[in-house]
């Protein structure tokens, strides 16, 4: 059964750094693409980054392009997020998420119950 689990949130101050993880199993973790997504206090939810299976391709949403990176350790089903120069609007609860085919279909089967991130003074 596939299993995605979310860890390494918590409070951190504005310009503050963290970094998440993302412990996956049921699958076979290095043949699949990966995202990251967020859901704000009111607000639906929000797509981050996507990683492909190997790890040689990102992408990134305009709102965290130069300050979070996403990356893999295909060897121990990990899939990481370096969030950077955190904000008050980074406040959220991130999940990570598994995309359906091989190649990549830019949608979701799969998600984990999400760490919840607090950026505030």
């Known amino acids: 059964q596939v299993q995605l689990v979310e860890s390494g949130g918590g409070l951190v101050q504005p310009g503050g750094s963290l970094r998440l993880s993302c412990a996956a199993s049921g699958f076979t973790f290095s043949s699949y693409w990966m995202s990251w997504v967020r859901q704000a206090p009111g607000k639906g939810l929000e797509w981050l980054s996507t990683?492909?299976?190997?790890?040689?391709?990102?992408y990134y949403a305009d709102s965290v392009k130069g300050r979070f990176t996403t990356s893999r350790e295909n060897g121990k089903n990990t899939l990481y997020l370096q969030m950077n120069s955190l904000k008050s609007e980074d406040t959220a609860v991130y999940y990570c998420?598994?995309?359906?085919?091989?190649?990549?279909?830019?949608?979701?089967?799969?998600w984990g119950q999400g760490t919840q991130v607090t950026v505030s003074s």
């Open positions: 990683i492909n299976a190997s790890g040689g391709t990102t």
């Open positions: 998420a598994k995309d359906p085919l091989l190649g990549g279909s830019w949608s979701y089967d799969y």
